[in-house]
Every structure is written in structure tokens, then in C-alpha cells.
């Protein structure tokens, strides 16, 4: 994928704070690490302001945008790369995922009144999306998110968000507050081209639910009475600073679900392009009512394995399904 011109501007000047950070600690020690650095820093600003930043220095094809953003001192593609280099490129993402993996909740996780199961499938070996809950005083908080782009860097903006909402859940701000903190951090900590899709929640041990959805898919409640899908207009995490949010609240009856998942399940293709899509699972969710978290996701990734049938996936997925189960005293 070629380097779109916005990613290139900010990649310049991601460059330019680099180099000036670069000859400050060269100008204090002046260690081969650090002058080596500096001219390959230099070399990478010279050939963006030649034009041909972001081609193989091997093959002269395009290194890609993604590995760009993950390193911006990149020089050759993939393909390219030296065995070392490539044994070493495996070693780094094989331990990112099982960095990532040790970041993601307990699986089949009772609390507050409140059952949950969630399936966390990568494309890759790592995953931009992002799943997490965490018991909290006599709450149940749920997060449920998909990072812009893909792979390593993707990843790492993942982890950011889940060290940023295990910090500030202690914290007691409210949901709204909560989140625009978070939208703040996060804007501040990464590039102008990076933002996140994001369900925060807090469930109540009574069944009383409060939402903020800054632009991901809509979360659904299942109940006896069918499928309600529960929307946002906001503007995904960092995006703007300044961006303010808004909650809403619900409230279930014991043997409700709440759903939450990212597109890569519902844009799944079969082998005529058709997609998944948001009504065959709202659909299928609704025939399984009552069913417990385990049953419905096992349902979901039945069907989904069945359409898509042989065809590979393309994009992250997850599904967390909550379901209010209070302990009877």
C-alpha cells in the first residue's frame, strides 16, 4: 500500500522531532549508536523531500505503509529483509502477541450480577481490536473497541487503551467524563491519523447499564422481546482533543444480553462477496434468547464459520456477549 500524502506530512515531522531529540543527545555523548541514528534520520528526511521515501532500496517497490508508520527509518520491504533480519522480525511479533494475549480479561468471567464470554480472534498474530472487563467496587465496566490500521502498530495502540482504562476506572469519574479523559491521553499519545472505535460501559449488579459509544458499531440488547440496536452519532477516540460525549442508559431483565463486536465478524465474506452483515446476526441472536454468553458466541462463530466456508479472514474479530444472570439469595 502506497503512503497516503497526510500519513507522509506527519511521518516528516515525526522525523524532524526525532532528529532534533537525535543531535541534543549527540551533542551531550556521541556514542556510534547515536550518530548512526542521526544519519539515518537524515538520509530518511532527504528522501522525502526527494520524492522517494517509502520505496525498496533492494527491489524499488513500495515498502509499505503500515511498516512505515512502524518504523519510519524502514528501507526495504519485507520481502527483502535479510534472514536475520526476518528470524528477528518473527521473534518481535511473536512476542507482541503473547504480550497482547496476557493483556486480554478472563474468559467465562461472572461478576456483579453479570455473566461474560467474548471471542478475541487476531487476523495476523497480533490484533488492533480491543476487548477488556474489569470488575470494579460493585460495577462490571466493559470495553469493546477497533484501532485504525492493522498489525504491530495497531497493536500497540491497543495496549494503550487498555493501560489508559485500567488506570482511570479507579478513579471514579463518571462514564462521560471517563471517556473524554481517555480521548484526551489518547489524542495526545499518538498521530494525527490514529483514533479507536469504542464501547465504554458499566454495568450495575441491579441491571442498569450505562453506554458511551465514541463511533463503533452499535452495541445490541437482546430480550424477550427482540433486538434493539443501540447506536451513536459521536466521533471515534482520537479525533479531537476537545470532543465531549455523552451516555445512555438501559436497564435489563435477568436473561437480557448485551452484544458487542467489531466488523470484522459481520463484514466475513463468502465466496460470492457477500457479507455477514449486522441483520443475519441480529437475526440469529434473536432465535437464541435465554441462552447463556458461552451458547450464544458458540452460535455466532458456528454460523459465521458456515457462511464464510471456505474463505479466508480477512480483519480482526470480536464478540463479547454479556448477559445479566443476578445471584438469587
Not at 531529540?21 to 549508536?33: E, I
Not at 518481535?92 to 453479570?114: K, M, S, T
Amino acid at each position: 500500500m502506497a503512503i497516503h500524502v497526510t500519513d507522509l506530512h506527519v511521518l516528516r515531522d515525526q522525523l524532524l522531532v526525532r532528529r532534533e531529540k537525535l543531535q541534543t543527545a549527540v551533542t551531550r555523548s556521541q556514542t556510534a549508536n547515536l550518530v548512526q541514528l542521526l544519519e539515518q534520520v537524515d538520509k530518511a528526511l532527504e528522501k522525502v523531500d526527494t520524492g522517494v521515501y517509502g520505496i525498496c532500496e533492494a527491489c524499488d517497490d513500495l515498502v509499505g505503509a503500515q511498516r512505515l508508520i512502524a518504523d519510519p527509518l524502514a528501507r526495504v520491504c519485507l520481502d527483502c529483509l535479510k534472514p536475520s533480519e526476518q528470524r528477528a522480525l518473527e521473534q518481535d511479533l511473536a512476542l507482541a502477541a503473547r504480550i497482547q494475549a496476557g493483556l486480554l480479561p478472563e474468559q467465562d468471567l461472572r461478576a456483579a450480577g453479570w455473566k461474560v464470554s467474548y471471542h478475541y480472534e487476531p487476523a495476523g498474530l497480533v490484533s488492533g481490536d480491543y476487548c477488556d472487563i474489569v470488575p470494579h467496587g460493585r460495577d462490571l465496566y466493559f470495553m469493546v473497541g477497533d484501532v485504525s490500521g492493522k498489525g504491530v502498530a495497531a497493536s500497540m495502540l491497543m495496549a494503550n487503551l487498555h493501560a489508559m482504562f485500567r488506570v482511570l476506572i479507579p478513579t471514579g469519574l463518571n462514564l462521560p467524563q471517563l471517556v473524554e479523559r481517555a480521548n484526551r491521553i489518547f489524542s495526545d499519545s499518538t498521530l494525527p491519523t490514529q483514533y479507536a472505535t469504542l464501547i465504554v460501559g458499566r454495568a450495575a449488579e441491579g441491571g442498569e447499564v450505562e453506554i458511551c459509544n465514541g463511533g463503533h458499531l452499535p452495541l445490541i440488547h437482546l430480550s424477550r422481546s427482540g433486538v434493539n440496536n443501540i447506536s451513536s452519532a459521536a466521533l471515534p477516540i482520537g479525533m479531537f482533543h476537545d470532543q465531549e460525549f455523552l451516555s445512555t442508559r438501559l436497564s435489563l431483565a435477568p436473561g437480557d444480553s448485551l452484544v458487542m463486536y467489531t466488523d470484522g465478524l459481520t463484514e466475513s465474506q463468502a465466496a460470492d462477496g457477500t457479507e455477514y452483515g449486522d441483520q443475519r446476526l441480529s437475526q440469529l441472536l434473536q432465535s437464541h434468547h435465554g441462552h447463556g454468553p458461552r451458547q450464544l458466541l458458540d452460535a455466532c462463530l458456528q454460523d459465521i464459520t458456515s457462511f464464510r466456508a471456505e474463505m479466508p479472514k480477512v480483519d480482526d474479530q470480536t464478540l463479547v456477549v454479556m448477559n445479566f444472570a443476578p445471584v438469587e439469595h
